[in-house]
């Protein structure tokens, strides 16, 4: 008997959520300020992961292109905005030169390997794999395995009051309304737009839509740069709140995966809902039980695969 999708649905919130409801009041009950000041933290990683998974879920869950080089463009764009940084001394310049890096090396990949193996996911996962080892290495001999750091605007330094919590930085909550942002502007644009309107019905039928006048290749070369250049204004956005150092690439390309995995593949806000799984299990994890915090990302994916294997926002192909 075929278990209705549904039901499955349903049956994957509420395995995540009764846990989630019933350890929020036991929390708030024990010690409130730990709790918020955690739940805040979790909001800005989750935000931090829904930039980059947000261009992922692009590649990977509208065009079926599969990139296991997208963490290197977050790396990349992450080099390239802090030297744009330190010679220009704005932050804001940073931000853009990580995102045009990135689209250009994404664009690049679009024309020279992704449209000549449309289909052949093997071959494509094969060759970026083998391109994010080249990437690294590569950057790896410019930058050296130094650690780097920004300066975010100085309307972005210090802390903010909040109640309950006291201080709170301010860069962690400008990181969180600009995640907010970007993702109404990204569902806008595959919703309301002419070219997200001929992204979405290229993915469904390709050669209807080339039939129709559409240069196919040219409208998924746009889509590529896009969510490469996230990825790339992503690692600006991320070395601002922490560091950029190698070992960063594998570490967003891995949480891109699980975040576009449990939000569903194509769905802006799938990947919104898996960042925030995500970055809630991490944080918390390590504030309550930080021996066994790299479990409970794990079990959301088990529970997620179990009963919506599509993802909590997916649809069938």
């Known amino acids: 008997m075929k278990w209705p999708a549904s039901r499955g649905v349903w ?8 846990p989630l409801a019933v350890f ?10 730990l709790y918020l000041t955690t739940l805040l933290n979790s909001l800005t990683l989750a935000s931090l992961y829904f930039l980059v998974a947000s261009g992922f879920t692009l590649v990977f869950g509208l065009m079926r292109n599969v990139n296991l080089a997208h963490g290197s463009l977050y790396l990349f764009g992450a080099y390239v905005g802090w030297m744009v940084g330190e010679h220009s001394g704005s932050w804001v310049l940073a931000v853009a030169a990580g995102f045009l890096s990135a689209a250009v090396i994404g ?15 093997l071959r494509q996962t094969l060759v970026t794999i083998g391109i994010s080892i080249v990437l690294a290495d590569v950057m790896l001999w410019i930058w050296g395995a130094e650690i780097y750091t920004f300066e975010p605007p100085a309307w972005m330094y210090g802390s903010t009051t909040l109640p309950l919590v006291e201080k709170f930085p301010t860069y962690r909550i400008a990181v969180f309304v600009m995640a907010a942002l970007i993702g109404l502007a990204l569902w806008w644009f595959l919703a309301r737009t002419r070219v997200g309107m001929m992204i979405r019905a290229g993915v469904d039928d390709r050669a209807m839509l080339s039939a129709s006048g559409v240069n196919v290749q ?9 969510g490469a250049g996230l990825a790339g204004l992503a690692g600006v956005v991320g070395g601002s709140a922490l560091s950029v150092s190698p070992g960063e690439d594998t570490r967003y390309l891995l949480a891109s995966l699980v975040v576009v995995i449990v939000g569903g593949m194509g769905s802006v ?11 809630l299990a991490e944080q918390f994890g390590l504030a309550y039980a930080p021996t066994y915090s790299v479990v409970f990302t794990f079990v959301i994916m088990v529970l997620v695969l179990a009963f919506r294997p599509r993802g909590l926002m997916g649809k069938a192909a």
């Open 269 to 279: 806000g799938g990947a919104a809902i898996g960042a925030l799984l995500i970055g």
């Open 11 to 18: 049956a994957a919130w509420i395995l995540i959520g009764v």
């Open 218 to 226: 040219q409208v998924f070369a746009v889509t590529f740069a896009i």
């Open 24 to 33: 929020t009041v036991w929390a708030l009950a024990d010690n409130a300020k």
């Open 107 to 121: 664009l690049l990949l679009q024309l020279l390997v992704f449209r000549h193996m449309q289909g052949q996911d």
